[in-house]
């Protein structure tokens, strides 16, 4: 079974019992793609191998075994005898994306145990991918926080799959609403030890103001030409 990193930090087990080891070189290349396809992606893009094994400077296995590992997990498009590809901006699997994520992190929620959560900065001087971090870096701890694993999963593959999404959400008019909405998601989060009915309110809100977002985002996207569709 697929286990996150913070597992044993999760569920309260000490260092002494799960002590950090050092990432493994399969680790290493997974990360620095996954970064790299976070900062610059076109939906539809077709992922070339040899520009990666250039920027990175790692060889074609790795790679390879990175780009296999982010296609089993739903976050790029792997077409035989075509190649990989980032995922299509379509409407539908995007609708399905946050019907389940909303379902997955109100379920969470609602274990979370108390603690204490860091705070997080939300201002209408914020960059776009400093927002979108923002709203992905709270639904992360949320499911985090209520220490189930195939929860983390999902809501990993749920964030990397509408980061596109967000960043137009807010380089768009929709960016005042969506300032506001994360700015109430983030406060609310502070008092997630004694009004978990209020986070789960300002959690539905954002979501809702994310998923409405959704078809005018996709139209927009597509009239640009932005989206490639593989064949």
């Known amino acids: 079974m697929w286990l996150c990193k913070k597992s044993f930090r ?3 087990v000490g260092p002494g019992l799960a002590a950090e080891q050092e990432p493994a070189k399969a680790d290493i290349a997974y990360e620095a793609i996954l970064a790299i396809l976070y900062a610059c992606r076109v939906p539809g893009q077709q992922i070339s191998d040899q520009d ?7 060889g074609r296995t790795r790679v390879r075994e990175a780009l296999c590992r ?3 997990e739903g976050k790029i498009q792997w ?3 075509r190649g990989f590809f ?3 901006m379509v409407e539908g699997a995007l609708v399905d994306l946050y019907d389940h ?7 969470s929620l609602t274990r979370m145990r ?4 860091e705070s997080w900065t939300v201002s209408d001087e914020s960059s776009p991918d400093e927002l979108a971090s923002v709203a992905e870096a709270i639904f992360t701890r949320i ?3 209520a220490a189930n694993c195939e929860a983390c999963k999902y809501i990993q593959r749920f964030c990397f799959n509408t980061h596109a999404l967000r960043m137009e959400i807010t380089t768009s008019e929709l960016r005042p609403n969506f300032v506001g909405s994360l700015a109430g998601l983030s406060g609310a989060m502070s008092q997630i030890g004694t009004a978990k009915s209020l986070v789960e309110s300002a959690l539905l809100n954002h979501l809702e103001l994310e998923m409405g977002a959704v078809s005018r985002v996709v139209r927009e996207v597509n009239e640009r030409g932005l989206t490639r569709r593989p064949r």
């Open 10 to 12: 999760c569920r309260g």
């Open 52 to 58: 990666l094994m250039h920027k990175l400077n790692l």
């Open 70 to 72: 982010l296609a089993a």
């Open 79 to 81: 077409i035989p005898q």
């Open 86 to 88: 980032t995922r299509p």
């Open 101 to 107: 994520a909303r379902d997955s992190l109100v379920r």
């Open 114 to 117: 108390p603690q204490v959560l």
């Open 143 to 145: 499911t985090e926080g």
